[in-house]
């Protein structure tokens, strides 16, 4: 690759990224943090982040961020704000372009490095005190996915490849913040015909073994692509 000269003489801000990842384990929604290995906020939890080399796009940054930090790689990451405030950061002045990811909880294995010290998952209401202003973009962060939640189908990125409606529902609930109605909600995710019939799981579930499912993605994503609707089923309410 060329060389990248730049020749400006006017003072500009750093640009950081920063990943609120999201995991499931059935039961509850975590966060995954790192323990900051280095100054400032040495020892404080944070989010996985850094800041954007000069030949890197900001998604190249998040993706590269996350995997030095935590291990995780190849997941969902979607751009969703970013943060500009002043004071944000005592080193410089740093804009930071803020990301969420879904992924499913039990297929990474966390391994700290680079600049954390360690990583680690948390339940999303009981999250040590952050470093910089990462309870202000987790804040913003899980307000977006909840708002993304009515429009496309991510909840099934969080869960495994084959599930049952009442892990289904408690995602729901945990993004949502709500409790729905049982047999109204399996009604109203079974009719959409999004969700394949997979057999009856192995391991009970108090005393019952209960059905499985899993996500016709393909189906959605042609559907969608030829009739663009803008009531999403999967907008349970």
């Known amino acids: 690759m060329e060389e990248l ?10 640009v950081t990224t920063d990943s609120v990842v999201f995991g499931f384990d059935g039961k ?3 966060i995954l943090l790192v323990e900051r290995g280095i100054e400032p906020y040495k020892g404080s939890w944070a989010l996985p982040g850094g800041f954007m080399k000069i030949d890197e796009t900001v998604e190249d940054c998040a993706k590269r961020e996350l995997s030095e930090e935590t291990g995780v790689t190849d997941v969902y990451l979607e751009q969703f704000h970013t943060f500009s405030a002043v004071y944000r950061d005592p080193r410089e002045r740093v804009v930071t372009v803020a990301f969420f990811a879904l992924v499913r909880k039990s ?9 954390a010290a360690r990583a680690s998952w948390f339940e999303v209401d009981e ?5 910089f202003d990462h309870d202000e973009i ?3 962060a899980r307000e977006h996915i909840k708002e993304v939640l009515r429009t ?11 599930f049952s409606i009442a892990e289904l529902q408690r995602l729901y609930e945990a993004i949502n913040g709500t409790q729905y109605d049982r047999r109204n909600f399996h009604k109203k995710m ?16 108090h005393n019952r073994f209960p059905n499985l499912y899993s996500f016709d993605e ?6 969608q692509e030829a009739s663009p609707k803008k009531w999403n089923p999967f907008n349970v309410k």
Do not use: C, W
């Open 127 to 131: 999250l040590p005190p952050l470093a």
């Open 5 to 14: 000269k730049y020749h400006y003489k006017y003072p500009h801000p750093a």
């Open 218 to 223: 393909d189906t959605y994503v042609e559907e």
């Open 138 to 140: 987790i804040k913003m």
């Open 190 to 205: 079974t009719s959409t015909g999004y969700l394949r019939s997979e057999g009856v799981s192995t391991v009970a579930n």
């Open 28 to 30: 509850s929604l975590h």
């Open 107 to 115: 297929d990474f294995q966390l391994l700290a490095g680079d600049d």
């Open 152 to 162: 496309r189908p991510i909840a099934f990125k969080l869960l495994d490849e084959k």
